[in-house]
């Protein structure tokens, strides 16, 4: 059975940005609890040290958070894959959802400052159904997000337009006509 299996690849200077960014909110995090504890007088933190103490840590974990999602993302890297019927998901070598082909009105890259990926535009309606694999994995959310992030029916975060472009040589899988590149958004 012909099937296509693209993968998800961080870009460095994202991965970057995104350390950078965390890297500033855990220090400020740190700097808070250090300057509580040494600074401020007993009866301060006798009212307000619980309070900072959790404000110092959320802001640990708030920056930290980031970068450890990237940093497993490129560990389990999510997966399309397109077979002769579906185009199925994957996240963390366990399948999402499969939606078939003939639903599949436009595939198209897109990139921005934030971001870069693939976006799935559907056929509405379609005469067969999205399946889902995972039950845990809620499609109403990813679809919700994809619609308003960035207007389409499904987006795939972290896929290369190179990876992307390699679509273009299986052309017996997929229709021409669906394939657009050079979106930005």
Same mark, same amino acid.
């Given at each position: 059975m012909e099937e296509i299996v693209l993968k998800t690849q961080v870009d460095a200077r994202f991965k970057r940005k995104i350390l950078l960014k965390g890297s500033f909110i855990s220090f400020l995090?740190?700097?808070? @609890? &250090?300057?509580?504890?040494?600074? +401020?007088?007993?009866?301060? /933190? *006798?009212?307000?040290?619980?309070?900072?103490?959790?404000?110092?840590?959320?802001?640990?974990?708030?920056?930290?958070?980031?970068?450890?999602?990237?940093?497993?993302?490129? @560990? &389990?890297?999510?997966?399309?894959? +397109?077979?002769?019927?579906? /185009? *199925?998901y994957r996240i963390q070598n366990q399948n999402a959802f499969s939606i078939p082909l003939n639903a599949l009105k436009q595939i198209q890259f897109s990139s921005c400052k934030t971001t870069y990926g693939i976006k799935v535009l559907l056929n509405i309606p379609f005469s067969e159904k999205i399946l889902l694999h995972n039950p845990r994995f809620n499609i109403r959310k990813f679809h919700t997000q994809s619609q308003k992030r960035f207007r389409c029916d499904f987006f795939f975060p972290f896929f290369y337009e190179k990876t992307f472009r390699g679509l273009e040589k299986f052309g017996p899988l997929l229709e021409k006509s669906i394939l657009q590149f050079d979106e930005k958004i």
């Open positions: 995090g740190c700097l808070l @609890l &250090f300057v509580a504890g040494v600074f +401020f007088p007993i009866h301060i /933190l *006798s009212a307000f040290g619980i309070p900072i103490f959790f404000i110092g840590i959320l802001m640990i974990r708030w920056g930290i958070g980031p970068y450890r999602k990237i940093s497993k993302q490129e @560990l &389990f890297p999510n997966e399309l894959i +397109f077979t002769k019927k579906t /185009l *199925s």
